[in-house]
């Protein structure tokens, strides 16, 4: 890339005979001797060099013993190409006067020009002592030693040539020149500012000047100096690539072509400027132009390796995969040692989906280089595409073993470990990969993706937001953060970070698919259908998205459809988990769904990834409880809750004790008597509250079913709202602001749900945390306490999936200690809330006498009685909770005292006995 000053040494001697005649005849034939060579010299000045020689010939004739008529005349003959003769003659006027610098220096380009390098060497040496200041001997010294590949010499020489030469441009442009060529760019920059303040404009100092910045990293540097360089020298073509070369890597691309083009006008037969016009029109996405330029370059060229690597890559890159292995074959047949070429042959090869082939490519390049890591490496992802995990595996960990930095391999045998069920040695390898490559967004993707599946879920929060960090862009990170921050339970803003990777990406099947589960879990359904709809339409054969649409139909009670929808992505993908899982949902099963037990085992014991695996055990445990084959049904149950614990959320007591300690001491009369004229005065909100699994879904139906009441389903918004809260809520007017500001946007968000139903039902069960609270933010809101026997409601929250939405529910004890929390806090309601604020309804009672105490809370919520409450099983609308099946049928006592069945398991919930009614 350097342009080294180049300059044709023609000095011409010194003229003058400064050979003294003295008396007598030996005086008059030096004096003849001596006009005869000031006629050669004048000759000589003149560039008459024949009329020269013979002068010299003539004076030499008559005077044999002037050194410097020797001396010319050897420069003479050099420069009409007889060198021997030159060298005669100048080897005569040394041996006449050993001090004639310009012989020594002469002698030396003769040596130099005959590839006498080392006598070329010795001459210029000895010039430059009888003549420190000689600045073109330094140069042609340098210029030697560089040929015999002696770098350290040729600065050196430079360097004395400097400090007996300071006001030489050219020898400090020849010193940056060296300094550039050993990659000391900082020194090349100094030394060629330093020619520049001596030689203002000089061509060669700008030139190298704008080039030495560049290979610095100091592009916006660089860019000015060129265009100067232009300015003084506009016919370089070499100039007009440099700037191109320069503005490209400031990815002004359009204005790197515009150089590029107008050094082709001066250099039309440039393959470089072709091929760097082709790259940057490439960098454009402009792959015709790209291919254009490439083209030419190797028509101007074919045998140049980079443009053969550069035309295989444009081509892969439009698809045109034959043409691009064509390219690639042709450069392993110019260079058949190359084998960085055979990998991008193997790589086109397995994009192509030629992946047998490429593993040939791949092992003939182990046979010419057996300790390549990236030979490894790209052998190890097509093994993966092939399915061949193990070989894969091996083939990463060889790539590993060469070269240990190789954060790519370190990822992908994660990737290969996850695939194999390896969890713990994939978290290595990520963690490994990220400690390699900080900047590694894949890699961080991978960990959070894993950490999340561990139940590491803020780490892997934190691990998700580096990949944004890094490449903000990463449509399959935030779709992956998405998912943490829905464990997390903070749906809004996973419902904000499925809709990023979505506007990124909007094909992007599985971040629709997981926008659509968020939209349901907010109780959002009709919007969540309308999202799965749409996913369908995109991609008739998502399975996933079938299942999702099944679960919308079973919550609505289209049970034939959902099973239609689950049986349609079984046929997709016949060993989906949650596909076969969903089957046993719609409806109580017998001995004759044998084949669908047979399935679900076997599929069960595969070898799935826990957060997989939990669907059937659920699943099979719900069949086994159908079929009365109680101790199946507990060991599966057993199981799932296990899996469940390793990628769920930690419960922790000590914090749910605290949270409990707070809510008895700063939520009392104070709080909840506090409503004054200011609040909001809606009597709209019904809170149906209580344990998961007390009975709150079949309260919701039968209320649901009055044509003035609408059911929300579980809504999160108070219980966030208590999570965000500092208690106490403060005295005076903020703590009035802060609680008109909570009752109206819940207000707003019935009025989004239903705007005409006089009654709207939210039946979340944890709002029992917040019923203090909700009563002095909405003095008339009315509230429905669920109360069932402890250990069958216990039991069936053990029983049931609930995902991470519950961390108490996957222990025995946890769910023991939980319980006991709800009771103490509903105690503290009970002695602070006035006496007709709740209304308790026990669920065994409930099933006795369905209408009794189906009136009793209709006439609590302030409406007149309808019969079609008693007729709740049939109606149409969703239920988006675990009972969703069960709402739908006549009210059976079959789940009271359903634990005495599991009583041989159920040691750390029998303690609970006493708390029942």
Known sequence: MFSW???????????GDGDDGGPGAAGREN??????KAQGDAFLQAGNLEQARQCYEQALAVAPGLAKAH??????????????EAETALKKALELDPALADACYFLGTICQAGSRLEQACEYFRRALELAPDFEIGYLDLCRVLLQRGRMEEARQAIERGVASNPSSADLQYFLGNLYAQGRQFNLAQACFQKALALQPGHAGALANLGIALMEADAVDQAVPVLREALAHSPDSPDLYMNLGIALHRQRKFSDAIANYDQGLLLAPQSTVLHRNRGLAFQMLQQFEPALASYRRAQQLDPRDGATLDALGYVLQEMGKFEDSVACYRELTVLAPENIEARIKLGQVLHKWGRIDDAMVCYRQALALDGQSAPIYFNLGNTLLEAGRLDEAAENYRRALAIDPGQAAACNNLGNVLRMMGKNAEALVCYR?????KADFAESWNNLGNILQEQGQLGEALDSCRRALQIDPGFAEAYNNQGNVLRDLSRTDEALAS???AIALKPEFADARNNFGMALKFEGRLAEAEACFRELLDMHPDFAEAMVAMADIMTDSGKFSEAEALLRRAIALVPDFPEAWAGIVRL???????ASWLSQAQRIAASGLPARKEVFLRY????YSDDLKDYSRAFENYRRANELSKAYGKRYDGAEMERLAEAIVRHCGPALTGRAGASANASTRPVFIVGMPRSGTSLAEQILASHPEVFGAGELPYWTSLLEKMTLPVPLGDDGDRQLRGAADGYEALLQKLSADAARVVDKMPANFLCLGLIRAALPHARFIHMRRNAIDTCLSIYFQHFDTAYAYANDLQDLAHYYRIYLRVMEHWRTTLPADAVLDVVYEDLVDDQEGWSRKMVEFIGLPWDARCLEYHQSTRAVSTASNWQVRQKISKSSVERWRNYAEFLEPL???AGENR
């Open 5 to 15: 000053f180049k300059k044709k040494h023609t000095e011409k001697p010194v003229a």
């Open 31 to 36: 004096e003849q001797g001596a006009a005869l």
């Open 71 to 84: 001396g010319n005349l050897g420069f003479v003959l050099k420069e009409m190409g007889r060198y021997v």
């Open 432 to 436: 490994r990969a990220t400690e390699i």
């Open 498 to 500: 499925y809709g990023r």
């Open 587 to 593: 409806r109580k099963m017998t001995a004759a769904d």
């Open 619 to 622: 699943a099979i445990g719900k």
């Open 910 to 912: 029998l303690a609970l």
